[in-house]
Nanobody, 119 residues
Framework: QVQLVESGGGLVQAGGSLRLSCAAS????????MGWFRQGPGKEREFVAD????????NYADSVKGRFTISGDNAKKTVDLQMNSLKPEDTALYYC????????????WGQGTQVTVSS
């Protein structure tokens, strides 16, 4: 049984910072990649950032490049998202996700953690 648990959300003023964390449990679970998605009010869920453990490569949505940084520990199966220079449009429910293989979909999802940025 694989579970992803997020933490670190909250309320912050525009221009501020937050750090989200996600921990994956499951004794034999070794994901190919982990990432973050978000869903704002009245919007579709969208990709934010991901990291591929085998290469260390990271990808970011254009809207967060230069402001957000994804990092993690493959051995501990944890992934963090450092969010700086937050904007009101970053307000969303942020989800951690994991892909078991390079060719697989984002199969595992956390419950989400709320980030609210006030103007």
């Amino acid at each position: 049984q694989v579970q992803l648990v997020e933490s670190g959300g909250g309320l912050v003023q525009a221009g501020g910072s937050l750090r989200l964390s996600c921990a994956a449990s499951g004794r034999t679970f070794s994901p190919y990649a982990m990432g973050w998605f978000r869903q704002g009010p009245g919007k579709e869920r969208e990709f934010v950032a991901d990291i591929t453990w085998s290469s260390g490569n990271t990808n970011y949505a254009d809207s967060v490049k230069g402001r957000f940084t994804i990092s993690g520990d493959n051995a501990k199966k944890t992934v963090d998202l450092q969010m700086n220079s937050l904007k009101p449009e970053d307000t969303a429910l942020y989800y951690c996700a994991a892909r078991p293989r390079s060719f697989s979909i984002w199969q595992y999802w956390g419950q989400g953690t709320q980030v609210t940025v006030s103007s």
